[in-house]
């Protein structure tokens, strides 16, 4: 089975490895706040519940503070990815609920290219994927035949 890697935006997290890195360079997080990270990608576009949260990361019979520990594993998640919490890109919190990661995110195959984690693609996507697929380079311009003007 291949090792999952998740990439949104410049990031991608490698959960066999578990690493996230920018641009191709490590970044510093610690263990309990990218293990929420891991289970609020694999949720994505999902409320994830505070309750949830601390049944995934804590189990049920352990006894630390969880509120205070999931604000400070959310906090430093957002530090690393330069997040807003006022206008959210990756993280957002509904209110006295939980939290939901709403970036768009694709996963790095085998063969060490992507595919679309929610299914969708962009117009440009789509485009080049035609290009390619019909032998033409998506990076050249066409040789667009000209149309003779009316006078």
């Known amino acids: 089975m291949p090792e999952k890697k998740v990439c949104f935006d410049d990031f991608l997290l490698d959960f066999g490895r578990f690493q996230l890195s920018r641009r191709g360079r490590p970044l510093k997080l610690e263990g309990l706040p990218l293990q929420l990270l891991m289970f609020l990608i694999e949720k994505q576009g999902q409320l994830v519940t505070r309750e949830q949260i601390a049944d ?4 049920k019979d352990v006894f630390v503070d969880v509120e205070q520990g999931i604000n400070t594993a959310i906090r ?15 993280l957002q919190t509904v209110v006295g609920r939980g939290y939901r990661f709403i970036a768009r995110t694709s996963a790095e195959t085998e063969e060490g290219g992507l595919r679309a984690g929610d299914g969708l ?31």
Request: net charge negative.
């Open 76 to 90: 430093k998640i957002r530090m690393v990815l330069e997040d807003n919490s006022e206008q959210p890109q990756y």
């Open 121 to 151: 693609v962009s117009a440009e996507e789509l485009g080049r994927a035609i290009m390619t697929a019909a032998g033409l380079d998506p990076e050249k311009p066409l040789d667009m035949p000209k149309v003779p003007r009316k006078s």
């Open 56 to 59: 995934a990361l804590w189990g």
